[in-house]
């Protein structure tokens, strides 16, 4: 059983930085890609960055890219997420995924494990 448990979330002040992670444990943690999603109040749930099996290569969302880094340690079967600049509209529950291929996509349908989520607020 696939389990995903994010944390690192709260709150930061805009411009400010933060890093969530994202442990997981119930399979081999090296051979798929991940994902990191976000769901804002009244919104839908939107892409932020993916990062192949190995962490050679990323992805990110327009809104994100410059400021956002995701990362990876196959050794601890865990997944970050760097938010520097953390802009008002960041505000929201993040979510890390996991896919069942090597590389990484941006649609949350590709993504069949999912983390509870861990909240993100930001002060003015």
């Known amino acids: 059983q696939v389990q995903l448990v994010e944390s690192g979330g709260g709150l930061v002040q805009a411009v400010g930085s933060l890093r969530l992670s994202c442990a997981a444990s119930?399979?081999?943690?090296?051979?798929?890609?991940m994902g990191w999603f976000r769901q804002a109040p009244g919104m839908e749930r939107e892409f932020v960055a993916t990062?192949?099996?190995?962490?050679?290569?990323?992805d990110y969302a327009d809104s994100v890219k410059g400021r956002f880094t995701i990362s990876r340690d196959n050794a601890k079967n865990t997944v970050y997420l760097r938010m520097n600049s953390v802009k008002p509209e960041g505000a929201a529950v993040y979510y890390c995924a996991s896919t069942t291929t090597n590389w990484g996509l941006q649609s949350a349908e590709e993504y069949p494990y999912w983390g509870q989520g861990t909240q993100v607020t930001v002060s003015a």
């Open positions: 990062i192949s099996w190995s962490g050679r290569s990323s």
């Open positions: 119930g399979r081999t943690f090296s051979d798929y890609a």
